[in-house]
């Protein structure tokens, strides 16, 4: 007994034999054919050709159910499962293919091991889905927020010190200053800002993550408690003092602008630096400075309104004064600091419980109080220690009797005639 064929064919085979078998009927043209299924007459001359041989069957197209010539073949896709399921188990189609090229030299692109891992049943672990985040807008204006942080990488690839890219972006503008330190902390935020509010001016507002270099991480003292202030870091401080609005990220994805920079930088400035080979930090901080113009001039982009909201510096201010280290201490009853385990004399004559010593930036060292550069100077303190001073051990004096032990017996004056026999002996 004969089985007959079934054939399965799409909604758009299924209007193709339609259209052919009226054009074989004579119920339509070959052009108004050609015209209806939107290709050539010559190849609707080539479809009822092949209809009127193989039935129906003529409009499947002939490669239906055949290997593709670029498919993988049957033994290599095994070998890759195969892989897949013991050495490479629980590596994502992404990772797998990768190390399947680096490892096996074998090539196979990451979507077709991914159908395959589904075909298969083959278990990876998934990436968890990202959580929505809705977009924020640009800020209008140049200056009006600044993003910055610090990236930690092997800048130099090994050809010098791991250090930190400390980089600011406009948020407006995308426009980018950026410098090298040694290190994410105080010293490094104030320098880098400092140079930057020198060379574009004072920003709005700088969008930030919560660093403790950035964001205090102590506890309110009785007088910030008073006043109503949370406690600031010194980078808090000297922000505060130049009226500079300071936004704490609540998580990294929302200062993406800059997220983004390090990983363009990570790429793009990596390989610039390896042509000019570039191996320390001062060398890379010129590097910079020849570097971003170029980048900004490329990479920039108009703000929405022309206004620039970098303020100049007020007349008068002291940068120097306001990015340093602020440290309060007691001011003791004759005249002397301690700071550091260092003992500084003040040589004005002030009245005042407390002065404030500044470490700059620079390294100098000043005394001040409401304003008022103090002088000083720095004094020996415990210059000789009491272990280092000579040990003289005094002969006991030879009484001839105990005078407490004798006249207590006797009931005496114990005193009178402790001095008596003292003076006996001596």
């Not at 919560?210 to 922000?239: D, Q, V």
């Not at 929302?254 to 920079?261: H, N, P, S, T, V």
């Amino acid at each position: 007994m004969a089985v007959e064929e079934i054939l399965t064919m799409s909604q758009t085979e299924l209007k193709r034999l339609h259209v052919i078998r009226k054009t074989i009927e004579k119920g339509i043209t070959q052009a108004g054919a050609a015209e209806l299924l939107e290709i050539s007459e010559r190849q609707v001359r080539r479809i009822i050709q092949r209809v009127r041989i193989e039935a129906d069957k003529g409009v499947i197209h002939q490669s239906r159910g055949k290997l593709s010539h670029r498919a993988t073949s049957i033994v290599v896709k095994n070998k890759i499962l195969k892989l897949c399921r013991g050495v490479y188990s629980g590596f994502n189609p992404t990772f797998a293919s990768e190390k399947l090229f680096e490892r096996n030299k074998i090539v196979i692109n990451r979507e077709t091991l991914r159908q395959w891992f589904i075909a298969g049943g083959i278990r990876y672990e998934k990436r968890k889905a990202r959580p929505h985040r809705q977009w924020r807008e640009r800020k209008q204006h140049y200056g009006q927020m600044v993003q910055m942080d610090g990236s930690h990488h092997d800048w130099f690839e090994g050809r010098g010190k791991p250090c930190v890219l400390m980089g600011y972006i406009d948020d407006a503008t995308s426009k980018v200053y950026a410098r090298f330190y040694a290190h994410e902390g105080t010293i490094p935020a104030m320098d880098s800002f400092k140079r930057y509010i020198v060379k574009h001016g004072i920003p709005a507002s700088i969008y930030l993550d919560r660093h403790a270099a950035y964001k205090s991480k102590g506890k309110a003292t009785i007088e910030e408690e008073l006043a109503g202030r949370e406690p600031m870091s010194e980078f808090e401080r000297a922000l505060d003092d130049l009226g500079v609005r300071v936004i704490f990220a609540q998580s990294a994805p929302a200062k993406g602008r800059i997220e983004r920079l390090f990983k363009t930088f990570q790429d793009r400035l990596i390989k610039e630096m390896r042509l000019r080979r570039v191996k320390s930090i001062p060398e890379g901080n010129t590097f910079l400075r020849q570097y971003l113009p170029g980048f900004n001039k490329r990479f920039g982009v108009a703000a929405l309104e022309d206004a620039d909201l970098h303020r100049p510096l007020p007349a008068g201010i002291d940068l120097d004064s306001v990015f340093s280290l602020k440290n309060p201490r007691t001011l003791r009853n004759d005249f002397t600091v301690a700071h550091k385990g260092r003992l500084y004399q003040i040589e004005d004559t002030i009245r005042a419980d407390k002065v404030i010593v500044e470490e700059r930036l620079n390294g100098a060292l000043l005394i001040t109080h409401k304003g008022r550069t103090l002088r000083y100077r720095q004094i020996a303190q415990h210059s000789i220690k009491e272990k280092e001073l000579p040990v003289i051990h005094k002969a006991p004096i030879q009484l001839k009797d105990n005078p407490w032990r004798y006249f207590r017996l006797a009931g005496s004056n114990p005193t009178k005639a402790r001095e008596e026999v003292l003076v006996d002996a001596l």
